[in-house]
């Protein structure tokens, strides 16, 4: 189990459909991270959140919302997206942005776009 | 723009055998961690290597870092089934706006009886 916590495990959606994705942790991380990451790829990092403040946007399309309504939770609001957006989303944390100590990853939220 | 590269991409290894997987990046940076992944899991971390010649071991696996080459090296000591996973090497450059990781393309590791 791992301490970052991402649901659905699962989605699958439309093009037209509007999902969130969810991510959680309880570790007192001030620095929480968007990953997309294709089948056999290295994940790519979308967002970076630090004290629930957007501090990071690595030119992601607008039909990908992050949020970070406090400092234990992070979601991803989705819309509109296209096939080519189908891939494994990963959540990290850190205890702050400048910090040496590793990213704790969740188990992800495997997406497929009709 | 910071590159960081692996090699071998793939490796296939008879257990008992030892093997060095090579992670090089390209610009100036003392912070480079490494990942494990199995197939549909997350990523656990395995090192964090922070200055020139860091060494850390844990069980089969050792990694280095050498900040002067560029170069990180994760050597792998008598392979057994369980290592079977796909190692990535990440490089943070240290930008002004924080922590924000470049990853090697990963080498999948396979163990065979």
């Known amino acids: 189990d791992t301490e970052v916590t991402q649901t659905p495990k699962h989605l699958v959606m439309g093009m037209t459909n509007k999902k969130s994705l969810k991510c959680e942790q309880h570790?007192?991380?001030?620095?929480m991270y968007w990953y997309k990451q294709k089948a056999k790829k290295p994940p790519e990092l979308m967002f970076v959140?630090?004290?629930?403040?957007?501090?990071i946007n690595e030119s992601v399309p607008s039909r990908f919302s992050p949020e970070c309504p406090n400092s234990s939770l992070l979601n991803l609001h989705l819309h509109a997206l296209q096939p080519e957006d189908s891939a494994l989303y990963l959540c990290?944390?850190?205890?702050?942005?400048?910090?040496?100590?590793?990213?704790?990853f969740g188990d992800g939220t495997r997406l497929s776009i009709l | 723009e910071l590159k960081v590269e692996q090699n071998p991409l793939f490796l296939s290894m008879q257990e008992g055998k030892n093997y060095t997987i090579y992670c090089n990046y390209s610009t100036t940076s003392d912070r480079l961690y490494w990942y494990r992944q199995d197939p549909g899991k997350s990523l656990e971390s395995l090192f964090v290597l922070l200055s020139n010649g860091a060494v850390k071991q844990e069980g089969r696996l050792m990694a280095s870092l050498d900040t002067k080459a560029r170069l990180s090296t994760l050597h792998i000591t008598a392979a057994v089934h369980d290592l079977s996973a796909t190692y990535f090497c990440?490089?943070?450059?240290?930008?002004?706006?924080?922590?924000?990781?470049?990853f090697g393309a990963g080498t999948i590791l396979r163990v065979k009886s």
């Open positions: 990440a490089v943070d450059p240290l930008m002004e706006y924080g922590n924000k990781l470049v």
């Open positions: 990290a944390s850190s205890l702050g942005l400048y910090s040496n100590q590793p990213q704790h």
């Open positions: 570790m007192g991380h001030r620095a």
């Open positions: 959140y630090s004290y629930e403040k957007l501090s």
